[in-house]
């Protein structure tokens, strides 16, 4: 896609300081910049690589005065960083605006679809299945019976959504998801072998959702595994059957929650988090990477460490503890001195 300068000036709201018909048709650093580019300048750091980019096109604030000659044509806007950031939403709009129905694709006879549909080739959409207008699903993705996609939502490429899944509107299910498979639930029987349970409910997940790729969703025993709205989820994370993690929580990659655990609103959870069972979360917690939880956690805490407890008390212990082979041998020579004495 090619657009001019005087188009993403009229996007952004901004003025042309330069060739208005110069065309662009990829992104890049400023000190990147190659004809045919689009860059732009926020951080006065990097000022000087202004006057050296081959950027067709430079994005500025509009207070921006030059100190040499510029080979770049400026588009002149109030916060060249938040103009940017617009600018790419912008251009994935137009480059994910697929709509229709590619083939081979299977769609059963007893199944609904609203307006502006992109399926991609080899997807599969079950019985019963109810999809909303403006949905987006890409190649290779699978849609069990009786499952619900809201308005507005993408499901891209790989992903699995299992029997009885319901997704809101505005999600984003990235490649590799797999939402609603069984829970991990087994019970011995009296020869030490174990009896699967059977896993009949499901997954919901609300409105403005993002599950990242690779991240693995288990339906409920009883009842429904719940996300709730505006939750982000980042790559190859886990949730066991019968979690619910409150609204506007965000949780990074490799963090894994065992089955029938609540997590609150507005929690923060770092990368490779461990957290146990049947525990409650609280609101507005933060937990550092590679912290392990075992117990509940009150609203606003702080943790770290595995087991995890404050995050003021972890630094000050930390400080001991790698400290600790020096304290070690000032212990070892006191009590030495003792022992003479």
């Known amino acids: 896609m090619k657009f ?21 048709s990829k992104l890049a650093k400023i000190e990147e910049g190659s004809k045919g580019s689009l860059t732009f300048l926020a951080n006065p750091k990097y000022t000087h690589y202004i006057y050296s980019t081959q950027a067709s096109i430079t994005i500025v604030n509009n207070d921006f005065v030059a100190s040499q000659d510029l080979s770049t044509t400026l588009i002149r ?5 938040k103009a940017f950031s617009q600018l790419l939403e912008y251009y994935n709009q137009v480059k994910m605006n697929k709509t229709g129905i590619e083939n081979p694709v299977f769609i059963s006879e007893t199944a609904k679809y609203g307006e502006n549909l992109y399926l ?6 079950g019985e019963n299945v109810k999809i909303g207008d403006n949905v987006k699903i890409y190649p290779n993705v699978y849609i069990g019976d009786n499952v619900k996609v809201g308005n507005n939502s993408v499901l891209f490429t790989g992903a699995k959504l299992y029997s009885e899944t319901v997704v809101g509107e505005s999600c984003v299910i990235n490649s590799g998801v797999v939402i609603g498979a069984d829970g991990f639930g087994f019970t011995p ?3 030490g072998e174990y009896n699967k349970v059977p896993q009949t409910g499901n997954v919901i997940l609300e409105d403005n959702v993002d599950v990242g790729p690779g991240t ?5 025993t009883l009842g429904s595994t719940l996300i709730k709205r505006g939750v982000k989820l980042d790559n ?8 619910t993690i409150g609204e506007n929580t965000v949780i990074a990659a490799q963090t894994g929650i065992a089955g029938s655990t609540k ?7 770092g990368g490779q988090v461990g957290i146990a069972g049947h ?3 609280g609101d507005n917690v933060k937990i550092q990477a590679q912290s392990g939880i075992g117990r509940n956690v009150k609203d606003n805490e702080t943790l770290q460490g595995s087991p995890a407890f404050s995050y003021g008390d972890f630094n000050k212990s930390y400080v001991y503890f790698k400290n600790l082979p020096k304290i070690m041998e000032r212990f070892n020579i006191v009590e030495k001195k003792l022992d003479n004495e």
């Not at 806007?77 to 960083?81: G, H, I, K, L, T």
């Not at 991609?120 to 959409?125: K, L, R």
């Open 216 to 220: 693995t969703i288990d339906r409920a």
């Open 120 to 125: 991609g080739a080899f997807s599969y959409i």
């Open 236 to 243: 190859q994370i886990q949730i066991a059957h019968n979690v």
């Open 189 to 191: 029987n009296e020869k």
């Open 4 to 24: 001019t300068a005087a188009q993403i000036a009229g996007i952004l709201n901004g003025t042309v300081d330069g060739d208005e018909g110069i065309e662009v």
């Open 279 to 281: 525990i409650t979360i």
């Open 77 to 81: 806007v109030e916060n060249a960083y």
């Open 263 to 269: 997590i609150g609103k507005n929690c923060i959870i």
